[in-house]
């Protein structure tokens, strides 16, 4: 089998990747087990390259469309497949075995869907908090550009986004403790170590992936205090997500 290619943004960190919504596809081709190569993008040039890919156009929280990232191309399939959720329902319709690793387990696609949505909006008051520190990860080429366009998204100057020890600041802080506590309730009501129980899903593959993105481009005093909450819950569920996804 001929490596699928995933295109991503690269960073400064030792492994390059800080994204959540990249690290969605790469933990679901390593459940799988399939092989992947990285294509590294800089933001600037996503648009240029995607195009030229015939990749298709992402659907944004607001409406509106544009190339984003992850974007795999399958060269066993010929497919360009875009968007997290729609590259995982491709691999585990096009890659359904073994059984034991689907992302979709007892024919859960919708109810992860809708997970994903809840997950979301339990989060989405501290997406300037966290969103503020990618700025300090990523490389040159990208860093002018993130900056830019999330001034444009949140309508604010860069240095408002979630000002050094602001009150808004700590309201975003305090927005995520209380949106985790929802997500909190969910897994204590498991009967498992996963979001189904004892089967692990794309569900649980979400969690992972926003947990990857704090410990990527939060400060470590701040990775810390997140990870602690709920009991530790975060910094185990990370672990043990990447650990079923061998990852580690």
Not at 21 to 36: D, I, Q, V, W
Not at 161 to 188: F, H, I, T
Request: glycine share 8%; hydrophobic share 40%; proline share 5%.
């Amino acid at each position: 089998m001929k490596p699928i290619i995933l295109y991503d943004v690269p960073s400064r960190l030792p492994h390059k990747y800080w994204s959540q919504n990249t690290a969605k596809t790469r933990y679901s081709l390593s459940f799988k087990g399939l092989p992947y190569e990285m294509v590294w993008v800089e933001f600037p040039d996503i648009e240029s390259t995607l195009s030229a890919l015939g990749a298709p156009k992402s659907t944004r929280s607001d409406g509106s469309s544009a190339h984003t990232v992850p974007v795999i191309h399958d060269p066993n399939t010929g497919a360009i497949v875009a968007d997290s959720f729609d590259i995982a329902a491709y691999l585990e319709s096009t890659y359904p075995y073994p059984a034991n690793r689907s992302l979709f387990p007892n024919g859960s696609r919708a109810l992860v869907y809708a997970f994903g949505i809840t997950l979301a909006k339990a989060t989405e008051g501290a997406a300037r908090w966290a969103a503020f520190r990618v700025e300090e990860v990523l490389n040159e080429g990208s860093r002018e550009y993130f900056v830019r366009t999330r001034e444009k998204r949140f309508g604010v100057r860069w240095a408002e986004v979630s000002p050094e020890g602001s009150e808004a600041r700590a309201a975003q802080k305090k927005a995520l403790k209380k949106g985790l506590d929802v997500l909190d309730a969910c897994y204590q009501r498991s009967e498992g170590p996963w979001i189904q129980g004892m089967s692990f899903s794309y569900a649980d593959v979400l969690v992972g992936a926003q947990m990857m993105w704090y410990r990527g481009v939060l400060r470590r005093d701040e990775w810390e205090e997140v990870s602690g909450w709920n009991g530790g819950r975060w910094g185990r569920v990370l672990e043990d997500v990447e650990r079923e996804c061998h990852f580690l």
